[in-house]
């Protein structure tokens, strides 16, 4: 009867995949698009739907569907390595390799125990560290490093204490969705949206933190009352063991460990100024931001040459970045084709053209979005729509926030929301055997997720900073 059912769900996924650009195509027809705009349209839907049905063989739809067009002669490869954003992959090959160095290191255990060592944590403060700790690593290692890093730990208090880890986890990845959008370095949508709007480190720093920190501080009052329960079974667990340990303390950072810390504390300085730099040295703009990642990461190795075969190998998201560069591939086949303007002008001509209701459309739609597609696919579909809204003389400055603020914030919403969902579910499933049910995770990721996007569009609309 199971594999029955597997069969069923499979033939409805394929039918769905068959069925949906089918109806986009003939919905293109009665809008008046051209047949190459069709094609384009119903390719570009294919792989979208695909990567979301079978999220294991999203390779493949990129590749078939990049193929499909270099067939119908939508795109040139010179137009097509333009469109791939080489600038984003190089700056997050950069980041992967001095992050996962510093990784390897053994800093973040480090850190990590050194919180956990106070001898003054219950329950509450031991619950709220493992969320502040949680979007504190993704804003400044990417959600994926940071989710890993947590997973180990949770795991090993969770063992040592002997509860159940489902709620700690659950809490700890919406903690890192909420800390990824604080830095450019939090997600890799940071970074393509940093470099196709012309925002920098500071415009971050001013604008996506303060909101990152507001929407962290609501959700760890909701979670903590969600929760309450099973804080008091931590805190009475914690009566009778030493969490702290379990994870001994070095006296001194070895020599290993202060060369990477240094390197990255270094990097994210010159990040931070990286627009200051390039007005002293005269370089044009985001030129530092996306080159500086390489520079420090050609440094680290230097420092550690031996592990370097293994970072590049084990630390570098090779599957990740080509999936993107086929993905931003396609969304820029989009905008050339013109699709992008019939959307954006879809778009105001359905909503109206005040730009507080524009913005509450932008925000909710990638959020909504977000939490059953991945979110660089759903950021990677807008940006071509929000460029052409600038055609339409529309201030893109608040609606890149409000993209911004939905994919990361909209990812909590169900399991499947971001890559960090994806990657800590499946490390509890491998070495705990525990299978997390959609019902259990979109009733706490709902709630979170709904009060981080009211949260982040007040702040759009009324701070002085996202001025229109």
Known sequence: MKFIALGNDMVR????????????????YFLGLTAQQLIILSVFTLSILGTFLFWQLRL?????????????????????????????????????????????????????????????????RLYIIIIVLSAVLSALTGEVTSMIVMMAVILEISDSLEINPTPLVISSV????????????????GILIALRSSLGFEDFLTHALPVSVAVLFAAVFVLCFWYRGYIKEISSKLMLKDVGSRFPVALSIDARMAVNLAIF??????????????????????????VLPIIFAGISIIFRCERVHYCIVHEVEWKS?????????????????????????????????????????????????SGFLDNTVVVSSFIPVIKNL????????????????????????TAIGSTANIVALGLLEKQKGIKVDFGQWLKIGL??????????????????VFSY
């Open 321 to 369: 970045l080509l999936f993107f560069m086929f993905l931003f591939a396609q969304a820029g086949i989009l905008q050339a084709s013109g699709l992008a303007q019939l959307l954006a002008q879809g778009l105001v001509k359905g909503m109206g053209n005040h730009p507080i209701v524009l913005s509450g459309v932008v925000l909710s739609s990638s959020g909504l979005l």
């Open 13 to 28: 996924k394929v039918l769905l995949l068959l069925l949906i650009p089918v109806f986009t195509g003939i919905g293109g």
């Open 447 to 464: 709630i979170v997720a709904s009060l981080s996007l009211f949260v982040s569009y007040l702040a759009v609309i009324i701070l002085p």
């Open 265 to 290: 504390c270094m990097l994210i300085l010159c990040l931070a100024f990286h627009r200051r730099l390039e007005l002293f040295f005269g370089f044009s703009e985001n030129r530092l931001l996306v």
């Open 60 to 124: 493949s739809f990129v590749f078939l569907g990049s193929t499909a067009l270099f067939l119908i002669s939508g795109v040139h490869i010179e137009q097509f390595l333009r469109f791939a954003s080489l600038d984003v992959i190089i700056f997050l090959i950069g980041m992967m390799i001095v992050v996962g160095m510093l990784k390897e290191s053994g800093v973040f255990h480090w850190l990590v125990s050194v919180a956990l060592k106070r001898r003054s944590v219950d329950g509450a």
């Open 174 to 189: 919406l903690a890192t969705n909420i800390g990824s959008a604080a830095t450019v370095l939090g997600n890799p949508i």
């Open 390 to 413: 600038h055609l339409m003389h529309f201030s893109l400055k608040p609606l890149w926030w409000c993209v911004l603020f939905g994919a990361c914030f909209g990812g909590n919403i």
